[in-house]
């Protein structure tokens, strides 16, 4: 279709029209020529295709359709492989449902585990997060059918999300919220993106000219249309000059009326509406013109896929050799979870599941017992349901206890209050205890929880919100016909408290500020050498691996050339297992205040016993950057750098070292305020500073311990961190104001 001449026959009715839904779900169809609305769906982890009159609310029932993991279990999983199948299969069914554009995947960060919303996102790491986004859209897109990842920019919290301004300096803007976009949208290439409810320093996301046009399309390329959150318009025409082309639901032709207006009265260059209605056109015309008419949406084949990609996903995050289970042993399943599995959570992302298996109805084959335990419908002891579970643990060989979050808990639209469990299953998990000594503790929750009995129980099974198959999924994994690998996404604090953005999320009234800069997760903990219940990367598996042979390619580099990292990992247990080989780069102490450590690679690899395996990474110059806000551009300070290998962030297994020259010379700022120090690391400056040694040389009189002990080490310190400006405080008339300037202006010369 040659989507120009299209738009160049349209009026300007038609094109202010294009620009707005047709419903809460179609783009709009212009009949006079032919073009067709294309339908749009919830979906991140499953196609949440709705009825003609149904809303973003879930107020109408949607299809029945396949819930699949949800993108805290998904991320977790660590595996490119699994998302890319997982993306194919969403866009399959899509193709069968008649769907253009699947809306996800969502990489927020995960700045607080309070975020109501975490469970649909992935990661704290936007390196991380962004390699799994892409990932699962080059699956989607595989299909020809479009993704739009969401939600862009700062949407880190449920609380006031419509109005609230996140606050964020730029270095923070680029090495943590914008780069879980830019590698999926870079790698990728979405068909669309969403922005975000919020403000951005006090400007819409809707309207940001500066993140929709100049980051998103100059500088990442991207291609596609942006539409907007369902309701996140505030001022239709200049959001449409900032780079928004599709306004979300319909706005009943209020909106349309106002382009139509602006462009009459000249005040928005026509041109700007065509290129928006050139983009949504090219979308519409990309899925309609490989439609798949033979498309099949099999919901038992894609169940099954569930149950294999929820396995996949499961993090084991403590055994003390109780798991796996042997298939004779007599186990208690104890927790309505266990019979009830809470395997998605709420909002716009909430799948009308075909079926759904539990962990007991899985687990029929086994010698297994239950007890319900707790209720889910309110957080109240029952002494009755306690002493159930009590009993049946005590006559039990080992005893599984399924708790988590209710779906109050957590959900879109707000945020969580505290990190805790329900008081009713940390009681019960604590009875529970005294009566049998091999305790686990299986978890269903989008996000991060406190655990007063971790040290009480022997193992713990984090199942995340892992689809409607978890409960196949967590017997495979606890009766050890699937070994466990997946690893967290996102670190567990042992408390909110300690958590970097305790004291200021949510903020004040309409303002939230980052104040925690890049320091989020574990580049926060892991900085500040602080205690955590479980570090981010962490998770066990029933085997057991060992690194070797760890080998740059290089020792020496300059910043634009490439470092190759290889290492062998040997599978040193009696069964499979697959490992997820992690790597971080430590920069060393500059002028720039950084993480100690930040993950720039990852790869997982299957093994069998006793097999060994070589992993290659690729680090370019990125990887050992930060974005310096002087230059607007990524820089790499010179100096030593670590490249560190192993299994979570806290589990280093082999360490080398890299000497890297920074290409980039980068001069300090010149005026009056200028330290000696700073403008002697200038060449040539030294040379021009002796001229002027006579009038510094009050100084050189201060000899011994004129001025106490460490005269002359103070002294040298006074001397590295004196402005310019000083040398005619300090220089005994001998230099003028006019003088200082000369030279000044000498320095900016060389």
């Given amino acids: 279709m040659d989507v120009k001449a299209l738009v160049a026959k349209m009026t300007l009715e038609e094109k202010a029209g294009l620009c707005s839904g047709q419903d809460f779900w179609h783009t709009k169809a212009v009949e006079r020529l032919q073009i067709p609305a294309m339908m749009v769906s919830d979906g991140p982890h499953g196609l949440r295709k709705q009825d003609e009159s149904g809303d973003h609310l879930g107020i109408n029932d949607s299809i029945k359709a396949v819930c699949f993991p949800a993108g805290c279990a998904t991320a977790s999983s660590f595996d490119r492989e699994l998302l890319y199948k997982i993306g194919e299969t969403l866009g399959n069914e899509c193709q069968a449902e008649g769907v253009g554009v699947i809306l996800g995947p969502a990489v927020n960060i995960k700045r607080s585990p309070l975020c109501g919303r975490n469970f649909e996102y992935f990661s704290e790491d936007p390196y991380l997060a962004s390699e799994i986004a892409a990932s699962q859209i080059k699956g989607v897109q595989s299909r020809q059918v479009g993704t739009s990842i969401k939600h862009f920019l700062a949407n880190n919290q449920e609380h006031r999300r419509m109005s609230s301004s996140s606050e964020v300096d730029e270095r923070t803007l680029r090495e943590i919220y914008l780069s879980a976009f830019e590698g999926a949208v870079t790698q990728a290439k979405p068909w669309t993106v969403m922005c975000s409810y919020n403000k951005i320093n006090g400007t819409y996301a809707a309207e940001n000219k500066t993140y929709l046009t100049e980051v998103l399309r100059d500088e990442w390329g991207f291609d596609g249309f942006v539409v907007s959150d369902w309701g996140a318009v505030n001022d239709r025409v200049p959001d449409l000059e900032a780079g928004l082309d599709l306004e979300m639901p319909t706005s009943f032709g209020l909106n349309d009326k106002k382009i139509v207006e602006a462009v009459k009265a000249g005040t928005l260059s026509e041109e700007v509406l065509d290129k928006a209605a050139e983009r949504i056109l090219n979308i519409v015309y990309r899925f309609e013109e490989n439609r798949d008419t033979t498309a099949v949406f099999d919901r038992e084949a894609d169940h099954e896929f569930a149950r294999k990609a929820a396995s996949e996903c499961m993090v084991l995050l403590k055994n003390e050799g109780v798991l796996p289970l042997a298939k004779e042993k007599k186990a208690a399943f104890l927790g309505a979870f266990a019979e009830k599995p809470r395997y998605q959570g709420g909002g716009s992302s909430h799948i009308n599941s075909f079926k759904t298996e539990s962990a007991l109805e899985m687990a029929a084959e086994y010698p297994v017992v239950y007890a319900k335990g707790y209720d889910t419908k309110e957080d109240k002891i029952d002494e009755k349901l306690v002493a159930e579970a009590v009993n049946a643990a005590r006559e039990a060989e080992v005893a599984i206890i399924f708790a988590g979050l209710p779906d109050a808990f957590e959900s879109e639209g707000y945020d969580r209050q505290h990190m805790r469990l329900p008081e009713c299953q940390n009681h019960l998990i ?309 003088d200082t300037e000369k030279l000044l202006e000498r320095l900016k010369k060389l």
């Fill in 430 to 738: 604590q009875e529970i205890c005294k009566v049998n000594e091999n305790v686990v503790v299986v978890l269903h929750n989008g996000s991060p929880v406190e655990m007063p009995w971790a040290d009480q129980v022997k193992g713990i099974l984090e199942v995340y919100l892992g689809g409607q198959a978890v409960g196949g999924a967590t017997v495979d994994v606890l009766y050890g016909k699937v070994n466990p690998s997946g690893h967290l996404a996102e670190t567990f604090p042992v408390k909110l408290q300690d958590n970097p953005s305790y004291l200021s999320y949510v903020g004040e009234g309409n303002k939230v500020e980052y104040r925690e800069g890049v320091f989020v997760g574990y580049r926060y903990y892991d900085t500040k050498e602080m205690d955590v219940l479980f570090p981010f990367g962490h998770g066990l598996s029933y085997t057991t691996f060992a690194y070797s042979n760890m080998k740059l390619d290089k020792t020496e580099m300059d910043d634009t050339d490439t470092l190759t990292v290889q290492v062998d990992v040997t599978n040193t247990g009696d069964c499979f297992g697959k490992e997820v080989v992690q790597l971080y780069v430590m920069p060393p102490k500059g002028n720039v205040i950084r993480p100690v450590k930040e993950l720039k690679g990852f790869e997982k690899i299957g093994l069998e016993p006793k097999e060994t395996k070589t992993v290659t990474f690729t680090l370019e110059k990125r990887a050992f950057a930060y974005y310096d806000t002087d230059l607007q551009a990524w820089n790499v300070e010179s100096g030593s750098y670590q490249i560190a290998l192993g299994q979570s962030s806290r589990t280093i297994l082999a360490k080398q070292e890299v000497e890297i020259r920074s290409t980039t010379e980068k001069r300090p700022e010149l005026n009056m305020d200028t330290t000696f120090g700073d403008i002697m690391e200038i060449p040539g400056a030294k040379e021009v500073m002796a001229e002027f040694a006579g009038a510094l040389s009050i100084f050189g009189q201060m000899e011994g311990d004129t001025l106490g002990e460490g005269t002359g080490d103070m002294m040298e310190a006074m001397m590295r961190y004196m402005p310019l400006r000083g040398l005619i405080a300090f220089g005994g008339g001998k230099l003028t104001f006019e």
